[in-house]
Each structure stands twice: as structure tokens, then as C-alpha cells.
């Protein structure tokens, strides 16, 4: 159930967060301390428990939280709290005419623009695909017109300036 794109999303958000926490509690030295006479290898190993224990234990505090508030679990919390109000960019023509606004804005400073905002926008996109696809294999009418296979090939045929498909 959650190897689709909304587990993508999840999964970018958890690591995302993961990273972050991880990472203050090295920058913050809160880490267990070996005397010099360990070997760096083994000092190595030894840095990241404390930090790896807060990770799992803040995911674990999540998980409790969602169970004792009726939410079926993170999957669920992170779509309703993120996902949902996201998926509006991507469901709606000003929506999506912002994303690429953003994006050629970030190619003014010569920044990737499609790098910054495609992990958070295509996901998304491919979810709209994917419920595109369900509808088809039922019979019904495709609700979404905004999809990943839209996008690159009607607005970005023709990279950035979009020349090709006004063409």
C-alpha cells in the first residue's frame, strides 16, 4: 500500500527530518565519547548511537501520538498535514504555473530549477498519475489533467524558455 508515490512523498519527508535531527545532535557534540586509544573505525560507530536513539525514539513519539489521536499512522498524518495542501500546486493551473514560475525564477540565478522543486512537485505528479491510471483501469474519466507525463511534455518539451510546445 505504501511503496506508491505517497510513500515516496513520506519517505522524503522522514529522511529529510531524520537527517536534520541527526545531524544537530553531531553539530551540538552530543555524542558518546571513546578515549583516543579506540580506533577511529570504532569511535565512528560509537558517534552515531545517541543521535540514530533520538531519531528512532522522535519517530516512535510520532507513531504513539497518531495512535492515540484516531490517525491510522505517519503515512496518513504527513498526507493530511502536507501532502494534501502540496497536492493543490499541483492539481490546479495557478498552482502549477507557480511551480514553474518558481523554478525559472531559481534559473535567474543559474540554480537547476526543476533540482529545487522536483523532489516535492513530481511526486506529487506521479501521484496524479497513478490515480489517473486507476481511473482509466476502472472505466471512469481521468481526473487530473496536471500529471508528470503533462508537464515535460506539453511545458517542458522545450526546456526552460518552453519554445517547443508554443511551437
Known amino acids: 500500500k505504501y511503496f506508491g508515490t505517497s ?16 545531524r544537530w545532535f553531531v553539530l551540538k557534540n552530543i555524542t558518546i565519547k571513546m578515549p583516543a586509544s579506540v580506533p577511529p573505525n570504532v ?50 493551473l495557478p498552482g502549477i504555473i ?10 535567474m540565478f543559474g540554480i537547476h530549477g526543476a533540482q529545487v522543486t522536483g523532489p516535492i512537485i513530481e511526486p506529487l505528479l506521479l501521484q496524479n498519475s497513478d490515480v489517473n491510471r486507476i481511473a482509466y483501469q476502472a472505466g471512469k474519466e481521468l481526473p487530473n489533467i496536471i500529471t508528470y507525463e503533462f508537464l515535460y511534455n506539453f511545458v517542458f ?11
Not at 569511535?43 to 491510522?72: M, N, Q
Not at 503515512?75 to 490546479?92: G, M, R
Not at 518539451?157 to 511551437?167: K, Q, R, T, Y
Open 157 to 167: 518539451s522545450g526546456g526552460a524558455g518552453c519554445l517547443f510546445a508554443l511551437a
Open 7 to 22: 510513500g515516496l512523498f513520506v519517505g522524503i519527508i522522514v529522511a529529510l527530518v531524520s537527517t536534520e535531527i541527526f
Open 98 to 107: 507557480l511551480v514553474i514560475l518558481i523554478q525559472c525564477f531559481f534559473w
Open 43 to 92: 569511535s565512528r560507530a560509537f558517534v552515531a548511537i545517541i543521535p540514530g536513539f533520538f531519531v528512532v525514539l522522535l519517530w516512535f513519539i510520532v507513531v504513539v501520538i497518531c495512535y492515540k489521536l484516531g490517525i491510522e499512522n505517519v503515512h496518513a498524518l504527513i498526507a493530511d498535514t502536507l501532502a494534501k495542501p502540496l497536492s493543490l500546486l499541483t492539481k490546479t
